[in-house]
């Protein structure tokens, strides 16, 4: 039998594995998840498509208070009671649809005994897989996301350099992540995605990566001429890929 190997996840064509999601960071990027693993899946018909069991959770305390802030509680127990229900529930393996919150991984993967798939550097190695000798990539990316330096740390350690928007528009694009969240985001808010991405554009940057699921809800209106991968595109192929192993 042939194995692919996924983010150290062994893959078997011949079976077909359940994800559990980790949601509600915030909703509608849970959903558009879900949207973007559906359209990845090579389907003939409703039973060829993934089984997902997902708790959409919007009570997981902030992770803008607790890293940015400093004011807010730690979602990490929550999101590894999750976990755990979902491996109860049937999960073989979970994802986590928010970047910000890998910062919590390790303490979410200590709760449970199956595997969870890490975004982050599931996008990292997918970018410098396609990308080997790029030099400057380019993250739009909420405030904790930098703060953490959860990418940065993985590209200096291959020797790639990261740009990130200027402090002005770094404020705007919080913003919009807010309005994301609640669900008011308008087309102003795309604007403000497509001058960060021009400004990156301006110093260099080879390759853009959109590092915050709320911006991959707008982030088809970035039109820019290098590659801009999408972390939360890469997930849902990623998902795909362990489900259905050589079909992709």
Not at 29 to 36: I, S
Not at 88 to 101: E, K, R, S, W
Not at 121 to 150: R, W, Y
Not at 193 to 222: K, P, W
């Amino acid at each position: 039998m042939k194995l692919d190997c996924i983010n150290g996840f062994a893959v078997k064509p011949v079976e077909e594995k359940i994800v559990g999601v980790i949601g509600g960071l915030g909703p509608e990027a849970t959903v558009d998840l879900m949207r973007r693993v559906i359209e990845a899946t090579p389907a003939k018909d409703d039973a060829d498509h993934i089984r997902m069991i997902v708790d959409n959770n919007p009570k997981i305390p902030s992770r803008i208070k607790a890293l940015i802030e400093g004011t807010g509680e730690s979602p990490a127990p929550l999101m590894a009671e999750m976990a755990r229900k979902l491996a109860a529930f049937g999960a073989d393996f979970l994802v986590i649809p928010c970047n910000t919150a890998h910062f919590y991984y390790d303490d979410i993967c200590a709760a449970v005994d199956i595997p969870i798939l890490n975004m982050v550097d599931l996008t990292v190695e997918h970018v410098l897989k396609e990308n080997p000798f790029v030099q400057t990539v380019g993250l739009l990316a909420s405030e904790a996301v930098l703060l953490t330096k959860l990418y940065l740390k993985r590209f200096e350690e291959r020797g790639v350099k990261q740009n990130h928007p200027s402090a002005q528009l770094q404020t705007r694009i919080m913003t919009s992540i807010r309005k994301i969240k609640a669900g008011k985001y308008q087309e102003e808010d795309k604007s403000v995605l497509q001058t960060a991405a021009e400004e990156l554009m301006s110093r260099n940057t080879e390759i853009l990566i959109v590092a915050c699921t709320e911006l991959s809800i707008i982030s088809d209106s970035i039109n820019v001429e290098v590659p801009v991968y999408d972390a939360s595109q890469v997930l849902a192929e990623g998902i795909v890929r362990i489900v259905k192993g050589d079909l992709l």
